[in-house]
Structures are given as C-alpha cells and as structure tokens.
C-alpha cells in the first residue's frame, strides 16, 4: 500500500511540473488537453492547477476569465525546478534501450539520449548495465526507412487528421491509394502496425507500416468511433488480426508443458494440469491464421482440442506439409 502511494505521489508531482513547463511555454492551453496530454482527467488537472497557485504561482483564465484556458502571470514566469533521474530510473532507461531492436526507426535519437544518460548516472554500476544486456532476434523488420511515415501517423493520431495513404498489401501486385483514419499505432512479435479505419467502411483496418509507401497528413479530421477500445482489441486479438474470439484449448505433451507454463501466452489464458503430466493452455480470442501459426511452432507437442474448425485447420496444414517429405527429395 505504502509503496503503491508513494508511485503515486510520484506521478503527481511529475504531472505538476510537466503542466508547470507547458504553462511556461505559453502557447494555447486548454484543460482538456492538459488531461489528454498526462492521460488523466479534467479534475485533476484543476486540482493540480491550484496546487502550483498554493506554491506560488498566479494562474489566470482567458480574456473572458474562463479556466478552461489558463495562462501564467507574467510575474510567475521563473524557471521551473529541474526534472533529476535517480539511478536506478537511468538503469531502467538503459535497460530498455538495449532491449530495443537494432533496426529501430530512432536507433540514432536513441544512442543521444543514452549518452546522456550515462553522463547523468553516479554510480558505475549503472553504466555498466549496457554492456551485461544484449538484444538478440532474427526476422527483424529494419523501420529506419520508415521513420518520417511514423512520425507522421504519430501526428495523425495526435490530432485526429485524415490520412491518404498509398499502400500494398503482400498478396498485391500494385499499391492502391485511399484515405484512412489512423487510431493507434501497436507492436506485434517486433512488426509496427497501425489500428484505424478507412472511411466509409465500419470495419477496423490493420496496416503494416513498412508496407506504406507513402503517407499524407490532410487538412480533414475525423472523429474516433466511440466503441474503439485498445484493451478489447488486446484481450480479444492474439496478435494483429482482430476476428470474432473462440474459445482455444491446446494440449500439451508433458516435456514442453514447463516451457508453456512459464510464460504468458494470452491475457485471458488458463492452464489445466493433467495426471500424466501433460496440460490444457485455454484462452479466448481470435485470429485463426496466427493462433494456428502458433500452435504449429510447437510441432508435435501441441494438440488442438477445439474448436473443431481450428482443428480441422491444423490438420489441413499439417497434412500439405507432409507432402514433399513423401517423395524423394530433388536433390538427394
């Protein structure tokens, strides 16, 4: 309990300060930005507001007096106290920087930002966490190329713009163009894909973003639909695609069962022990190409129990990729 206040008392005071350096900017402020910008509400942005007035600083309305629009007095332009790592957050920091793919689109940013990290750090051992952490994967996608169409999906995003996209799917021949809508941006098995919609279709459209070829940020905004939920969209998808959830039961053989246990496979997952040793890995959500995907990594290990048409797919598959271990091979 104690430790859950203290975070966030910490957040809090983070929050203040970063509301206390938009207001000396200047600029076109409003509450709900403000409580869009820190993720919090519109109350407690008016409640932080008057914790700066209590320490000192006047805060005033618009011209009309309303502060949904608050400015600082002249007079209360000093400079703001300094935001200060302490070490073990400069670890946390170097930490995710190894953990971050070589081929990021911000790699360069990235090493800047380190370096001052670095600098900042007291104690050696915090340095030296770089050089006990190494980031290792294959089938990396590399997104430096793609950085200006990232940032400007980021923009998108931000300000609810319409995009007009020319995009290519791998089943295309040519690209095609079209507006979009662009909702959020997720990382899936270390590929960036975009959530949004290309009007006037209800349906949500998943875009890989290196298969954008090129981007533009309209003038045209759009409204985000209501019934959008990320957390849904996570909870029912088991990777990109977003398809109606089944109930998944997979069996696995007793020697992979400790490798299926250790980690979490799905939010929603529940693991039955069987009496041979084996176990039953259930969890809803849909996607049946990448849950088949899947299961089919773990070779014989894996079993579907249901639903039957999942198994059935599995089946199919495994039936197809037989067939060139059945004739002599080409080059024996």
Known sequence: MAERSSQRRDRQVVRILGILGALLEGGHLTIRGLASRFGTRRETIYRDLRALEDAGYPIMGDDSGRLSHPRLLPEGRRHAPQLRFSDEEITALLWASRQMAEKSPFREALGAATAKLRAMAREERVVGIESVVTEAGWGIKDYAPHRGTILRLVEAILRHSRCEVEYQSPAADATKVYSYDPYRLVTVAGGLYCLGKVPPHENLTTLAVDRIHTLKVTDARFEVDSTFDIDRYRRESFGVIWEKPMNVT???????????????????????????????????????????????????????????????????????????????????
């Open 250 to 332: 997979i069996r696995f053989s007793a020697d992979q069962a400790p490798y299926v246990r250790e980690r979490v496979w799905h939010p929603t997952q529940n693991i039955r022990e069987l009496p041979d040793g084996r176990i039953d890995l259930s969890f809803r959500a849909g996607g049946e190409f990448e849950i088949a995907r899947w299961i089919l990594s773990w070779g014989d290990a894996a079993e579907v129990i249901r639903p039957t048409r999942l198994r059935q797919h599995v089946q199919l598959v495994l039936a197809r990729a037989l067939k060139p271990y059945g004739r002599q091979s080409a080059l024996s």
